[in-house]
């Protein structure tokens, strides 16, 4: 038995699972950021003692969101909690639980999950894309996390849609697709998306399917615009690395079949003619529990 721990900017999950990545127990807890990562950590070293105890795991994986060191389990930062910087949270897990630690960031966490245990399962390479708050990348090759020369990570967030400096995170976020659907909403408010987003403040995005399926013109557009970004960026990863699979995570992929089928019909296009049809593209199978998996057998690696 392992644990896998998923330190989010929101969410705080503590698992117990065996390597396989089949989960048994869990512990979730909401992030309060006023007290930052102290907080968290206060969170993390009154619940793990008793799954330990309880679970008689032998080693822990951690997925944290944000840019980490693989090798030394130290934190580089967090973007959206205080408290992160430089902190070696691989060392401290290691004094207060005793077990070995292995940690990585949260996007390669989840691909590791969604590639060994999710929608990936059984193709090589994968890639996953997580499109939340921010977007991430992670590419498993197999079997394996691929990070290249260090501090590299697979940053599908920053690349570049443009020349004046418009990156993948700018336009296929949720906060970025929010802001869209406000901003159109407020030119046609006679459309059936601004009827069904009145008097949000964020989530607009998962409104989406419903004023499409309703037939809504201004619906449909901004779907297609942000499976184009998302195709377009996808297009230099499968260039660049071939995958047999693209999984599409985080809260952005909860629009569900509309946005996968957009982003699959969109992304040959953009592909030389010798890659058609281009990688499979499915829906992150794991769901909410591609970072605690993926920490499972992290820590199945952490035995050695």
């Known amino acids: 038995m392992f644990v896998g721990i998923e330190i989010g900017g929101t969410k705080l999950q503590l698992v117990a699972g065996d390597a396989d990545g089949v989960i048994t127990e869990r512990r979730r807890f909401n992030v309060d950021k006023e007290r930052g990562g102290e907080g968290i950590r206060e969170q993390i070293a009154e619940a793990l003692p008793e799954l330990i105890s309880t679970t008689k795991a032998t080693a822990i994986g951690v997925g944290f969101g944000g840019p980490v060191d693989c090798e030394t389990g130290h934190i580089?930062?967090?973007?959206?909690?205080?408290?992160?910087?430089?902190?070696?949270?691989?060392?401290?897990?290691?004094?207060?639980?005793?077990?070995?630690?292995?940690?990585?960031?949260?996007?390669?966490?989840?691909?590791?999950?969604?590639?060994?245990?999710?929608?990936?399962?059984?193709?090589?390479p994968v890639f996953y894309i997580t499109m939340g708050s921010g977007v991430g990348g992670g590419l498993v090759v197999d079997g394996s996390i691929y990070h290249g020369a260090k501090p590299g990570e697979a940053e599908i967030g920053h690349i570049r849609l443009d020349r004046t400096g418009v990156i993948v995170e700018d336009r296929c976020s949720g906060w970025a697709i929010d802001r869209r659907i406000r901003e159109a909403c407020a030119v046609s408010p006679e459309s059936k998306l601004a009827e069904l987003t009145k008097g949000m403040a964020r989530g607009e995005a998962m409104q989406l399917v419903s004023a499409i399926q309703a037939g809504d013109v201004l619906a449909k557009k901004i779907l297609l615009e942000t499976a184009?970004?998302?195709?377009?960026?996808?297009?230099?990863?499968?260039?660049?690395?071939?995958?047999?699979?693209?999984?599409?995570?985080?809260?952005?992929?909860?629009?569900?079949?509309?946005?996968?089928?957009?982003?699959?019909?969109?992304?040959?296009?953009?592909?030389?003619?010798?890659?058609?049809?281009?990688?499979?593209?499915?829906?992150?199978?794991?769901?909410?529990?591609?970072?605690?998996?993926?920490?499972?057998?992290?820590?199945?690696?952490?035995?050695?």
């Open 228 to 304: 184009q970004d998302l195709a377009f960026a996808l297009s230099h990863v499968t260039h660049l690395f071939h995958p047999e699979m693209i999984v599409l995570g985080g809260g952005v992929s909860l629009i569900g079949e509309a946005l996968r089928a957009e982003v699959s019909r969109a992304l040959p296009p953009f592909l030389m003619e010798a890659f058609h049809p281009g990688p499979q593209v499915k829906l992150a199978g794991l769901g909410e529990d591609a970072v605690p998996v993926g920490a499972l057998k992290l820590a199945a690696l952490a035995m050695g």
């Open 76 to 124: 580089c930062c967090s973007h959206q909690i205080e408290g992160w910087s430089e902190f070696p949270i691989g060392d401290w897990l290691k004094k207060l639980s005793g077990l070995p630690v292995k940690v990585d960031n949260d996007a390669n966490t989840a691909a590791f999950g969604e590639a060994l245990c999710g929608a990936g399962k059984g193709l090589n």
